[in-house]
């Protein structure tokens, strides 16, 4: 079975440009993630798919981070423009309602962004 | 309010003895239960969860947790370490009845090495 899958794994852009994200989820996984993880820490979740719908994104900045799954399957997330501060990694998951409701996130191997 | 405390930033253990990975948690209710590892460069990998029954659950390369529930602790162990385990640790919970806000809340991770 496939994993997640996340391109691309590196992306270096200069502050104020705009980058992109995309996610292909483990099939069949209705429920797709958007963390985002510095150096040293845990990941920060940034907005839940449950399909196509958005259904926690209390978290996601947006006036400059936007995400779609417009077929609820694979996503894109963006930032635009980037800060400085956007420096980090940005994880994918995807998970399904396993025995007893209590999904498991399997996550992908992450986009690493440096915004110089 | 829940929360995950993962206390020691670092362990660090012989190849060959056994290793604990410390976690305590806060949730209202009942625990979904959750244990990582992140490798250098890598998405997270999930290693065992807890849902209900055994108190000691068995996960991926010869990893345990023992949930304690009088305690509120769900420790990661393993009884002989290999210096391939040296790691990223994350403990993660969310309460069972949280309907639909499934939100994981993290630790901050437990860096482990295990010295040759």
């Known amino acids: 079975e496939a994993g997640v899958v996340q391109s691309p794994r590196y992306k270096i852009i200069e502050k104020k440009q705009p980058v992109a994200f995309w996610c292909n989820p483990i099939s069949g996984h209705n429920t797709l993630y958007w963390y985002l993880q510095n150096l040293g820490q845990g990941p920060e979740l940034l907005i839940r798919?449950?399909?196509?719908?958005?259904?926690?994104d209390s978290q996601l900045p947006k006036d400059r981070f936007s995400a779609e799954r417009l077929k609820g399957v694979d996503s894109t997330l963006k930032i635009q423009p980037a800060e400085l501060g956007d420096s980090a990694v940005y994880l994918c998951?995807?998970?399904?309602?396993?025995?007893?409701?209590?999904?498991?996130?399997?996550f992908g191997p992450g986009t690493r962004l440096l915004v110089l | 309010a829940q929360s995950v405390a993962q206390p020691e930033d670092q362990v660090n253990v012989a190849e060959g003895n056994p290793l604990t990975v410390k976690c305590t948690y806060s949730v209202s209710g009942n625990p979904y239960l959750f244990w990582y590892v992140q490798y250098p460069n890598r998405g997270l990998q999930f290693l065992l969860k807890?849902?209900?029954?055994d108190n000691l659950v068995k996960g991926s390369y010869g990893f345990e947790a023992e949930f304690n529930k009088s305690q509120t602790s769900f420790h990661l162990k393993k009884p002989s370490a290999l210096v391939s385990d040296s790691a990223l640790y994350f403990c993660?919970?969310?309460?069972?009845?949280?309907?639909?806000?499934?939100?994981?809340?993290w630790g901050l991770g437990t860096s482990l090495a295990v010295n040759p």
């Open positions: 993660a919970v969310r309460a069972s009845n949280a309907g639909n806000n499934r939100k994981l809340i």
């Open positions: 807890y849902i209900t029954g």
């Open positions: 998951a995807s998970s399904s309602i396993g025995l007893g409701g209590a999904e498991t996130q399997y």
């Open positions: 798919y449950e399909n196509e719908e958005a259904v926690d």
